[in-house]
């Protein structure tokens, strides 16, 4: 059973910074690509960063202040996030993609101005 558990929302003034965390079970890790979503209220859920064999990919709208990283060892993908801003505030979701989409249950990241 695969299981995606993410960790580190919660509330942040503009300009400071956060870290999420996101361990996986039951999924062959190192062979996924792994992500993160959010999605704000009245809004679609977007794609915010990707990381596959060491190949990242970002959102325009956090390039430069995000970075997504894995540790295989350990099952677990980050996500740093810096400078932050209200527009970043969202429900975060980590992802996992190998034949299909595993998905979390979702971290509240709320930035304050």
């Known amino acids: 059973q695969v299981q995606l558990v993410e960790s580190g929302g919660g509330l942040v003034q503009a300009g400071g910074s956060l870290r999420l965390s996101c361990q996986a079970s039951?999924?062959?890790?190192?062979?996924?690509?792994m992500g993160w979503y959010r999605q704000a209220p009245g809004k679609q859920r977007e794609l915010v960063a990707s990381i596959t064999n060491g190949r990242t990919n970002y959102a325009d709208s956090v390039k430069g202040r995000f970075t997504i990283s894995r540790d295989n060892a350990k099952n677990v993908v980050y996500l740093q996030m810096n400078s932050l801003n209200v527009d970043d505030t969202a429900v975060y979701y980590c992802?996992?993609?190998?034949?299909?989409?595993?998905w979390g249950q979702g971290t509240q990241v709320t930035v304050s101005s």
């Open positions: 992802n996992g993609f190998l034949v299909t989409d595993y």
């Open positions: 039951g999924i062959i890790f190192s062979f996924s690509r």
